[in-house]
C-alpha cells in the first residue's frame, strides 16, 4: 500500500457512517414533512394566531367599552329601524355590509373622541 492510502477496510467503514447518518437525517426529515407531523404543525400556528387575536380584541374592549357599546347600540338601533320599514326593502336587507360599515365607522369615530377611560 502507497503511502496516504486507505485500507478499504477504512473506506468501507467510513461508507457505511456515511450511510448511517443519511439514513437517519433521511428519516427525520420524513417526519417533518409527514402529512400528520405538517397538519399538527399548521394546527398549532393557527390556535397561537388565534389566541393572539383574542388577546387583542380583548383588549381592545377593555381599553374603548364605551365606543363599542355606543356602537353595539347604534347597530342595534339602525336594525330595529329597518325592520319598521317594509320588510325587505330595509337598507339593512339591501345593504348589509354597508351598514356594517357605517356602524364601525361611527364605533371608531366615537372611540377617537372619547377620552380614555379608567383601564381595568
Known amino acids: 500500500m502507497n503511502p496516504g492510502e486507505r485500507p ?3 473506506i468501507e467503514h467510513d461508507i457505511a457512517r456515511t450511510r448511517e447518518r443519511m439514513s437517519v437525517h433521511l428519516d427525520a426529515l420524513g417526519h417533518k ?5 405538517l397538519k399538527q404543525r399548521t394546527r398549532q400556528a393557527l390556535l397561537g394566531k388565534a389566541q393572539e387575536t383574542n388577546s387583542r380584541v380583548l383588549d381592545f374592549v377593555r381599553r374603548h367599552p364605551v365606543p363599542l357599546a355606543a356602537a353595539a347600540v347604534s347597530a342595534g338601533a339602525l336594525t330595529l329601524w329597518n325592520r319598521r320599514r317594509a320588510r325587505g326593502r330595509g337598507l339593512a336587507h339591501r345593504h348589509p355590509l354597508g351598514l356594517a360599515l357605517v356602524t364601525a365607522v361611527v364605533g371608531l369615530a366615537l372611540g377617537v373622541m372619547a377620552p380614555d377611560g379608567e383601564r381595568i
Open 33 to 37: 414533512l409527514s402529512p400528520e407531523h
Open 8 to 10: 478499504p477496510e477504512a
